[in-house]
């Protein structure tokens, strides 16, 4: 899995690729939610059995990607654009100040474990 593919800049015109696209199951609206997250708590490298989507609207951060086989990539990302994390795919966050905005999961299959797990 190419990271890259991941960061969707979608004020640039970026949309999800086609490839990622038929990595991820369906998202569940049920569970989209207000973030706001502060330099001082970042959020720390984990991953889920479901996608994940991040969708930044104030402030920038660092988001780190890292696949099950290691490849690791750093992103600079600010608002307007959104991370999508397929399952397996550790992901994280640093602030630079306090960031902002929306995130929501896939449909959570019943054999899947929830919250952060950690490698």
């Known amino acids: 899995m190419d990271t890259n593919a991941c960061i969707i800049r979608l004020g640039a015109g970026e949309r999800v690729s086609e490839a ?3 990595m991820l199951d369906t998202p ?5 939610g207000a973030f706001a997250v502060s330099k001082e ?7 889920h059995d479901y996608d ?3 969708y930044f609207t104030e402030g920038t951060t660092t988001v780190t990607l890292r696949t099950a086989e290691g490849q690791r990539a750093s ?3 600010g608002a307007g ?3 999508v994390t397929p ?12 960031v902002k905005g929306v995130q929501w999961v896939s449909v959570i299959h019943p054999a899947a474990r929830r919250g952060h797990l950690y490698r």
């Open 20 to 22: 990622l696209g038929k």
């Open 28 to 32: 569940d609206m049920t569970t989209i």
């Open 41 to 47: 708590n970042p959020t720390e490298l984990h991953y």
């Open 52 to 54: 994940e989507y991040w």
């Open 75 to 77: 992103y600079r990302i």
């Open 81 to 83: 654009e959104l991370v």
């Open 87 to 98: 399952k397996g795919i550790e992901h994280g966050h640093v602030p630079d100040d306090v």
